[in-house]
């Protein structure tokens, strides 16, 4: 007898109830009725609290000390803890659908119309962080909830939980910056904004701290040292790391659809070669062996090259115990690659067809803009062309056009004679150059002075004296120099590159040359590498070898320009003992859960 009865029950979506078909269709017209009513609550601007009644526990909240809500706070979860009711660390919690796919498959147009309710949808559960709680009443509560970027309307009311009990008892200890879970159905407001009418809310990862208001982090300092609290509260902060994985993955790509093969090599060597700068040291226990942190991988690359590998490259980290600016860090990301059988002239149109095509990818334009001294009214901005071909500049002819002088031939731009005319030089133009005065460095610093101010849009500086690149291959048509190019963009380095050294006993001098210059005191000078040398004597091909910065591309790309705003977790100095962020919280956790086991 009992099978028709319940052949005619319907299922309640939202409680999970078998009941009758008029049952169902009250609480759909008073579910209904209840969503207008809170859509206009909502709408309406925030009252002013009433003088007879308190402030509400978000107001009260919010108004705490700092230390007070942690302890506050701790003392609530270390409760929780305890009595697991319900624990507010769970192992799981099921969600079926991201905010970013709920927003995209739910909020097109026409999918669910203003004012109503998908009553027929799936349960769909959704998990991300609380940035705002709006309390209507005290059964109908607004929680925006972002995740992977994106932010929903969550919308709780009493009618739809298990009982009004458990809507109180499950809300109250949800606040701003909690992960939780949520599970209900679709749902779009009078005024059109998509939401989720929920049935059930979880706590799934309690946040201590309050969280900044709506300017997000906005001290530097602390952006730079908290960079989690950075990125749950500055979405552009995650723009750009996001960008920065697309510079990566489209070097990547670009360089894989040429035939290049991806490869690492050691972070730790017993020379360290391979560029001119300053090595970290470490020390290998078990070796019992000093050992340098690498300054760049070209070495065991070239060496690769050697071995039949004819196109590789590695995108990894290197370290160059140097200044901290606003564009260099001690570590910091490269690219470099190595190409048998190219020289520097086709690595040239490679750079440009790479970086170009990079713009492009990201903006569909080959203009960008850069502030160079930071984003604000006023400031100065670089308006960036990457429209090829780039501007080249020859490197002695451009210092003889702008300093009106003749250079000494480029054969005997290393000699003592050239050193002379070089420290006149800078003497002469107020260039400073700290010790050692090196040819090298000289020329590096007039370099600098003279003619990368010139290079806004990407350029190309060429025409390097042999004396400047120990790992190049000689000009084959102008004694004294050698093929190497620099590209620059926003007056700073990105890239550079060479016609490889192939000639073993030609590299034998360069290293001793090095060696003779570390001597006279340049710490950044190379050592002589007897693995590499025997390498090359297996024969090198002629090859182009190629670096780029990647950290300082995507300060421009992104317009930072701070090199800290494009690394994750950049170097900074240790915190003061007696400053903010030094100071221990008044309460501990330890001590809150002994305060919990006693109450």
């Not at 990862?205 to 040292?225: I, K």
Request: proline share 5%; aromatic share 8%; with cysteine.
């Amino acid at each position: 007898m009992s099978a028709p009865v319940e052949a005619n029950l319907h299922k309640d979506e939202v409680t999970g109830e078998m009941i009758s078909k008029s049952e169902l269709k009250r609480r759909q017209k008073e579910r209904a009725r209840a969503a207008t009513k809170a859509e206009k609550e909502a709408s309406k601007p925030t009252p002013v609290a009433k003088v007879e009644k308190g402030p509400s526990k978000a107001t009260a909240e919010a108004e705490m000390d700092a230390g007070a809500f942690r302890e506050m706070r701790i003392k609530e979860i270390q409760a929780l803890r305890k009595s697991q009711l319900p624990n507010p660390y769970p192992h799981k919690f099921h969600v079926t659908q991201s905010v970013p796919l709920y927003i995209k498959e739910w909020g097109a147009e026409g999918k669910i119309e203003k004012g109503t309710t998908v009553s027929d949808a799936k349960p769909i559960s959704l998990a991300g962080r609380v940035h705002t709680i709006r309390e209507s009443s005290s059964k109908l509560i607004f929680y925006d909830l972002k995740a992977d970027g994106e932010k929903i309307q969550v919308l709780a009311q009493a009618q739809n939980a298990s009982s009004i009990e458990e809507f109180i008892s499950s809300h109250s200890l949800i606040r701003r910056g909690d992960i939780i879970g949520v599970t209900g159905i679709p749902s779009r407001t009078k005024m059109g904004e998509l939401s989720l009418l929920i049935s059930s809310i979880q706590l799934l990862s309690p946040c201590l701290h309050q969280l900044p208001g709506r300017e997000g982090v906005v001290d530097t300092e602390s952006r730079y040292r908290k960079r989690y609290l950075d990125l749950i509260m500055n979405q552009s902060t995650r723009d750009v790391f996001i960008t920065r994985s697309k510079v990566v993955n489209y070097i990547r790509k670009f360089l894989d659809n040429l035939g290049f093969l991806e490869v690492e090599t050691p972070m730790m060597s017993m020379i360290a070669g391979g560029a001119t700068a300053k090595p970290f040291v470490t020390h290998h226990n078990d070796l019992k062996l000093d050992l340098f942190m690498r300054i760049a991988p070209e070495l065991y690359l070239k060496e690769l090259v050697v071995g039949g590998l004819d196109r590789v490259f590695e995108i990894g980290r290197v370290f160059r115990n140097e200044q901290i600016d606003m564009t260099h860090n001690p570590e910091f990301s490269i690219c470099e690659f190595y190409m048998a059988y190219a020289d520097m002239y086709d690595l040239m149109d490679m750079t440009e067809s790479m970086i170009t095509g990079l713009v492009q990818y990201l903006y569909g334009t080959n203009k960008v803009t850069f502030h160079p001294q930071g984003k604000g009214e006023g400031k100065k901005s670089y308006e960036v062309d990457f429209t090829t071909p780039w501007k080249r500049f020859d490197m002695i002819g451009e210092l003889e056009s702008q300093l009106n002088v003749k250079f000494p031939p480029g054969e005997t731009l290393h000699d003592d004679n050239a050193n002379k005319f070089l420290r006149d030089l800078c003497e002469k133009h107020n260039v400073d150059c700290a010790e050692p005065k090196t040819n090298a460095r000289l020329l590096d610093k007039l370099v600098g002075e003279f003619i990368e101010n010139q290079c806004v849009n990407p350029s190309f500086i060429v025409g390097h004296p042999q004396v400047m690149s120990p790992l190049a291959k000689y000009h084959r048509s102008r004694p004294g120099l050698c093929e190497r190019f620099e590209a620059f963009m926003c007056t700073k380095e990105i890239c550079n590159a060479y016609t490889e050294l192939n000639d073993p006993f030609d590299q034998r001098s360069r290293f001793e040359e090095q060696v003779r210059q570390k001597e006279a005191g340049d710490d950044e000078a190379q050592g002589v590498d007897e693995t590499f040398l025997d390498a090359l004597e297996y024969g090198l091909p002629p090859t182009g070898g190629w670096g780029l910065g990647i950290d300082r591309l995507v300060m421009f790309l992104t317009d930072s320009a701070n090199i800290k705003e494009v690394l994750l977790f950049p170097a900074m100095r240790p915190v003061v003992a007696n400053s903010v962020e030094a100071v221990a919280p008044s309460i501990t956790a330890t001590e809150a859960a002994k305060e919990a086991e006693t109450a």
